[in-house]
């Protein structure tokens, strides 16, 4: 049996105010796997532990756990250019002597 992602590992980096309210800046460090019988941890490689925001001074990090959401169908941007479409096939900054 393969191993399927179950949960996404999360760490605070931070706060910011919406509305009037304060609220998480989170950063996805990783996610668990699972077969049904085992379970894997895996960290992202540049994930650094000191990194995070230590107000309080403490020797630990707090991860979050989150199972992982079902992906909603998902729809291109609407700012985003149509798939193939959308750009000029000149270069702006190249030299004239490069599109002859």
């Not at 049996?1 to 009037?20: A, C, N, P, W």
């Amino acid at each position: 049996m393969s191993y399927q992602k179950t949960h996404d590992l999360t760490v605070k980096v931070g706060e910011y105010q919406k509305g009037g309210e304060t609220k998480g800046r989170y950063e996805n460090v990783g996610q668990i796997l699972s077969d049904g019988d085992n379970k894997l941890l895996l960290l992202k490689r540049t994930f650094n532990p000191a990194g995070v925001p230590n107000p309080d001074d403490k020797d630990s990090v707090i991860l979050s756990v989150f199972p992982v959401r079902e992906q909603a169908e998902s729809k291109p941007r609407q700012d985003a250019p149509a798939a193939g479409g959308g750009f000029d096939d000149a270069i702006p900054f190249a030299p004239r002597h490069w599109m002859s």
